[in-house]
């Protein structure tokens, strides 16, 4: 019985909890004892060197208000951690109060889900249960990778750039675009992987499926185009000689391509954001030459500041303002993206029995059928 015993332990997912109240511990414990396992700290330093001894950690709970290390201190070492594990690791933010500027803050800098401190047992748990899932929910997308990768199935996998390689040739674009007046153009395309129930950072979703998106990006662009990897989940890629608008409807593409690999529970979804800026684009000293770095900051905040708010699509100067402010996005960035769903896709829905989402996209199925059906008339009638 006792071997029983360990072995139910060892296979409960672990928790760190992190506060410097014993009582609030306490609290949290009695919450989640039975169905989860726990490890205490009292500040953000301890927890720290928790998560990197301990990999057997499956969730945080933090407090925001610690001595040593607040929650805030331990958001940012963990977002920007160079270790996986640890960097994609969900974040609950424990909060004694409602108040919005605060959930805003923790949200930005990198909080999973935030609850308050009077949270009832059954969805404390709830909550938790999501979490502690959320890195096997992987294999879900694993199953809609046939969608990014199915029409090149037959194609030899291709190494993409170094970071070095993609510099020198992004800064030979960019110097001949600045000399011929012609446009340059950066994408910045973050992922995050998102469940219904969670409010806030999306977290990495699998390195396959990541792999797969930087196969067909590289598939995709033009020659003269390059793409590099540049972080865990998050891509750039160098255009020229490209009209804006055409680079941001090429953008948008992507983008409702890799997340269209989503599982078919409908609760868990793929974030694909996507910052995007040129060198036309007005600079508060537009009397210098825009650099490299500067444009890959700019592009780079702007896709992250998408990845936080869970959207789906382009971010430019316009998107980034309306985001920033707290805004909701305009009405009509929804209805770009229901123009960049294509056909194969909107049949593949109808084959997975998906007939609500493509009625929202009738109008259009039935446009690009309709040379298929005038065809099948005229030789019907001869």
Request: hydrophobic letters at 40%; one cysteine or more; aromatic letters at 4%.
């Amino acid at each position: 019985m006792q071997l029983d015993s360990s072995r139910d332990l060892a296979l409960k997912p672990r928790i760190l909890i992190a506060d410097d109240s014993r009582i609030v511990r306490a609290t949290l414990i009695k919450h989640i004892q039975g169905m989860f396992d726990f490890r205490e700290a009292l500040d953000g330093e301890q927890a720290w060197e928790a998560l990197l001894l301990d990999p057997s950690i499956r969730v945080v709970i933090s407090d925001l208000t610690m001595p040593k290390l607040d929650g805030y201190g331990l958001l940012k070492r963990i977002r920007s951690s160079k270790i996986s594990r640890i960097r994609n690791m969900p974040v609950v933010v424990v909060s004694g109060s409602d108040e919005q500027a605060e959930r805003d803050r923790a949200k930005a800098a990198g909080a999973t889900d935030l609850i308050t401190k009077g949270i009832g047992t059954a969805q404390l748990l709830s909550r938790l249960d999501i979490l502690s899932k959320l890195t096997s929910s992987q294999n879900e997308f694993e199953r809609g990778l046939q969608f990014l990768m199915g029409q090149q199935g037959g194609a030899d996998e291709v190494s993409l750039l170094s970071q070095d390689d993609w510099t020198t040739q992004a800064e030979a674009m960019l110097t001949g675009a600045t000399r011929q007046r012609r446009n340059f153009v950066i994408l910045h395309v973050c992922l995050g992987l998102k469940h219904i129930g969670l409010e806030g950072y999306p977290l990495a979703p699998p390195e396959v499926l990541v792999h797969a998106v930087g196969q067909l990006l590289h598939r995709t662009i033009r020659q003269t185009d390059c793409v590099v990897q540049t972080g865990a989940a998050a891509f750039a890629i160098a255009t020229g000689s490209i009209h804006f608008d055409s680079a941001r409807n090429f953008a948008e593409r992507v983008c409702r391509a890799i997340v269209n690999a989503h599982p078919r529970d409908g609760e868990m979804e793929l974030v694909a954001s996507c910052g995007v800026v040129s060198v036309t684009e007005p600079r508060k000293d537009s009397s210098a030459e825009p650099s490299l770095p500067d444009l890959q900051e700019v592009v780079a905040r702007r896709a992250e500041l998408g990845l936080r708010s869970s959207v789906t699509g382009v971010i430019g100067e316009e998107e980034e303002k309306f985001l920033g402010s707290g805004m909701q996005l305009p009405a009509r960035l929804p209805e770009q993206l229901k123009e960049s769903i294509d056909l194969a896709t909107l049949l593949r829905w109808i084959k997975e029995g998906k007939e609500d989402q493509v009625l929202a996209h009738l109008d259009k199925l039935s446009l690009e059928l309709q040379p298929l059906v005038d065809l099948l008339l005229k030789r019907k009638q001869q």
